[in-house]
């Protein structure tokens, strides 16, 4: 058994775990929730009587229908920039999708760099008064291991999900754009009141599967010192 070499593949392990929870750490969702909600409010307006419905009589009776048409008409001069931005995240979803993957991957890497210095640690002849401390050591790096596993399956459980939102939400950009673009809404007749209401609807979906990602548990790094 070498110990320095031991101690090196830990040091690995350790950095790579570190990079791992800060990768963890970032939301790259929230700014995309909340053009989802603009948007939304954009997709409302165009359907007069659809907004009126989501704020209700006792809410057209105290001025909540106007209010929205009032912030609604505000967003819908934004709607260009709505749907810029919405692509920028398309491509910052992306981004984190394949930074994750790449910290998973090296994460892994490191994991069985260990692994295979522990079982060469577990065959190793021992000597007088060698063997206790060995247990010890093989105790130590098990439980750095079973962390870095759970934060490995963290990785790549939110890579999985942040590619399959970015790739979602790709899809219903044009369609949105067309939507945005007529601005007619209702008044086109009922086919695009359905084509408002199921782009909504789409939205809605995809809130929701960003609201069902798993948030990560943030594991402690393992920086106590080698017993």
């Not at 920039?81 to 398309?90: C, K, S």
């Amino acid at each position: 058994m070498n110990p320095d070499r031991v101690e090196g593949t830990e040091a690995r392990l350790l950095a790579e775990h570190a990079a791992a929870v800060q990768a963890l750490g970032v939301d790259a969702t929230e700014a995309l929730q909340s053009t989802l909600r603009d948007l939304r409010g954009l997709l409302l307006i165009a359907d007069p009587q659809a907004a009126r419905r989501s704020v209700g009589f006792w809410g057209r009776l105290i001025g909540r229908d106007i209010r929205l048409r009032a912030e609604a008409q505000a967003l819908r001069e934004r709607g260009g920039v709505l749907l810029i931005r919405a692509e920028g995240q398309v491509a910052r979803l992306r981004e984190h999708h394949a930074t994750l993957a790449l910290r998973a991957e090296r994460l892994n890497e490191a994991m069985a760099a260990l692994r295979a210095e522990m079982e060469t640690m577990a065959r190793s002849p021992s000597t007088d008064g060698d063997d206790e401390r060995r247990q010890r050591r093989l105790a130590h790096l098990t439980t750095l291991h079973a962390t870095t596993t759970i934060t490995a399956s963290q990785l790549q459980l939110l890579a999985a999900g942040a590619l399959a939102i970015a790739e979602r939400h790709a899809q219903q950009l044009p369609r949105l754009a067309l939507l945005l673009s007529q601005q007619r809404g209702v008044r086109s007749g009922s086919q695009q009141g359905m084509q408002l209401s199921s782009a909504r609807q789409a939205l809605d979906e995809l809130e929701a599967c960003i609201e069902d990602l798993p948030s990560p548990a943030m594991p402690a790094n393992q920086t106590q010192e080698n017993p």
